[in-house]
């Protein structure tokens, strides 16, 4: 299925001064797909080796960093000549650091190699790293989840994404019943999520959510908690992690949704859990949205060191773990987790599209769900979980700071007033450069 992740390998594999490409993401994103389409769509041959499963190959890079050495010893592994210039895509990277090491002398070799490393959980390798790390000498790229706009184009409604586009930039709202068919498919979205697996088990059961199959999500959520004990330093560690990846959805449920240790585990304390919770966001499988002490540019100068908040990887993993079916998700259903899974939503479409992940909450009277820098101005935004308007958070914001514009999220169709911009939950990802 279509990934806009193709358009930045293209530019890598274009670039003047490309270096070896490290690919993070959660595991199933579907990394080695996508790099393994790529490399096939454009290249007449190219090599591909798996360190988890090629024990064999990982031996070649302990023994040596030197690019040469590693190509000689890849032809003997695999009986097979290398051509200079062919790519190498090398999958589950993580399971071999000295792998990692050797791409710094692979970007610095005259030979101008292609290599493109991918592993799940290479987050948590990077932030552990015990050798010599290539700084500088290598370019770190996140696969997600698919985001709502590629949902429509596996889906097949280019038309709809385009016309979606197009109200968004006019700011003028659509028909309403393509509006309500735009609510319909971003419901379902909302039930099926991003993972490519659960994407593609909506689409062969003829975008019916009565069919989907649940058992994807929850495969994932006990592959995920079996990475959480292989890749760990300790068995504590990886119960403490375990704990703070269940606990989520309930923390998002409260009427306070920022994150506490003590929530985790009766007494708990940042001591002894924020180096687990570090290892979640450096694994891709949470989401941090950083605390603002003030609404000022440059955002990340008024980050707090503390009020953060903490969202999953995967908007159908958080629906599946809150127990939701299809009808709690709707405007009229009302239930402790519904807004939780749309503000995870928001939150996703923000991340995939590289905007920051902050939010304002100075007192009871005024808390800001996301606030970003545009280019210009600093702009908060408003997550409704249906179709009313009522916003006094917004409105004290505005009074107090005069934003150039306000944006508020919610089902209602695209429009403006008093300078503040309704955008639909489906068109989020137009808000993303």
Not at 27 to 41: A, C, P, S, W
Not at 99 to 118: Q, W
Request: proline share 5%; net charge neutral; with cysteine.
């Amino acid at each position: 299925m279509f990934r806009n992740f193709i358009e930045e390998l293209k530019a890598w594999d274009n670039s003047r001064e490309r270096k070896p490409l490290l690919l993070t993401g959660v595991r199933q994103v579907g990394k080695t797909y996508i790099v393994n389409k790529y490399l096939k769509d454009t290249y007449n041959d190219y090599i591909y080796v798996n360190l988890e499963k090629q024990e064999d190959v990982g031996s070649i890079f302990n023994e040596t960093t030197d690019p040469d050495r590693i190509i000689r010893g890849l032809e003997q592994l695999l009986g097979r000549a290398i051509e200079p210039g062919t790519p190498l895509f090398i999958d589950e990277i993580q399971r071999c650091e000295r792998a990692i090491t050797s791409l710094k002398y692979f970007c610095e070799d005259k030979k101008e190699f292609k290599v493109i490393g991918a592993g799940s959980l290479l987050g948590v390798k990077l932030s552990r790293f015990e050798s010599s790390f290539p700084v500088g000498k290598v370019d770190i790229r996140t696969l997600y989840p698919l985001s709502f706009d590629e949902f429509l184009i596996a889906c097949g409604e280019d038309k709809l994404l385009d016309g979606i586009r197009d109200a968004y930039d006019s700011c003028s709202a659509l028909p309403s019943g393509i509006h309500e068919k735009a609510l319909r498919i971003y419901h379902d979205y909302l039930m099926v999520g991003g993972m490519p697996e659960a994407v593609l088990n909506y689409i062969q059961n003829q975008k019916n959510t009565v069919l989907f199959n649940d058992s994807i999500h929850e495969n994932l959520r006990l592959a995920y908690l079996a990475d959480m004990t292989k890749y760990t330093k300790s068995a504590a560690e990886g119960v403490k992690i375990t704990e703070i990846y269940a606990s989520i959805p309930r923390q998002l449920a409260k009427p306070n949704p920022k994150f506490k240790y003590n929530e985790v585990r009766p007494r708990a304390n940042k001591r002894d859990f924020s180096a687990p919770l570090d290892w979640l966001i450096a694994s891709g499988l949470v989401i941090a949205v950083k605390k603002l002490d003030a609404p000022l540019s440059p955002l990340k100068g008024y980050i707090s060191e503390s009020g953060e908040k903490v969202y999953l990887s995967d908007v159908g993993l958080l629906r599946t773990m809150c127990g939701l079916k299809y009808r709690d998700l709707l405007p009229e259903a009302d239930n402790i987790y519904k807004g939780a899974v749309i503000e995870n939503y928001v939150v996703e479409e923000f991340r995939a599209k590289g905007r920051n992940l902050n939010y304002f909450k100075p007192s009871e009277s005024m808390e800001i769900d996301l606030i970003y820098d545009d280019g210009q101005d600093i702009i908060p935004v408003e997550i409704k979980s249906g179709r009313h308007k009522r916003s006094t958070s917004l409105k004290n914001f505005i009074e107090k700071y005069s934003p150039a514009y306000s944006i508020r999220i919610s089902e209602r169709n695209f429009g403006e007033i008093d300078r503040i911009r309704s955008i639909p939950l489906y068109a989020v990802w137009c808000m993303c450069p």
